[in-house]
């Protein structure tokens, strides 16, 4: 494939959606990510690092989570593909928004968007008409050094 090509690949974004009612568990919504990102790579030639992969599935495990206990009803994850990196957005009925909590060693739980925080390009939490939306950014490769690419500082 000429370099064009792939450019114009990239460019474009790739996305996937699935509807959860809260009772799956959250390994169902792991197993979406998974398959998303294998597509990714396979299908449509983009590829992913390990660390982007299982930065996936680990964010949204710990969105979904989040959403899960702390959401009433419904939620949607969607995953896109764009510019390099892959969007997670859960978006839920809860209109509270989330905070990380302050650092306490002794704290057990609650470290779901800390992690998020940690791993992310960038996060980004807002109010909907109803309810919130929680966006994560993963970026796909790492550096040509082998350095993984994590946040902008």
């Not at 009803?73 to 509270?96: F, K, M, Q, R, Y």
């Not at 739980?109 to 993963?138: D, F, N, T, W, Y």
Request: charged letters at 25%.
């Amino acid at each position: 494939m000429h370099d064009d090509k792939y450019e114009s690949l990239i460019s474009r974004p790739i996305l996937s959606a699935v509807a959860l009612d809260g009772s799956e568990p959250i390994a169902e919504a792991r197993h979406f990510a998974r398959g998303f990102m294998t597509e990714v790579q396979a299908v449509h030639g983009i590829p992913v690092s390990e660390r982007a992969m299982s930065m996936v599935q680990l964010v949204v495990s710990e969105l979904v989570t989040n959403t899960h206990k702390y959401a009433p009803g419904p939620c949607l994850l969607d995953l896109e593909v764009s510019d390099g990196a892959v969007e997670i957005s859960v978006w839920d009925t809860e209109e509270t928004l989330p905070a990380a909590c302050p650092a306490d060693p002794g704290r057990v739980g609650q470290h779901g968007l800390e992690i998020a925080m940690a791993v992310c390009r960038s996060i980004e939490v807002r109010r909907e008409p109803v309810g919130k939306r929680v966006k994560a950014a993963v970026v796909l490769a790492d550096d040509p050094g082998g350095n993984p690419v994590g946040r902008l500082m």
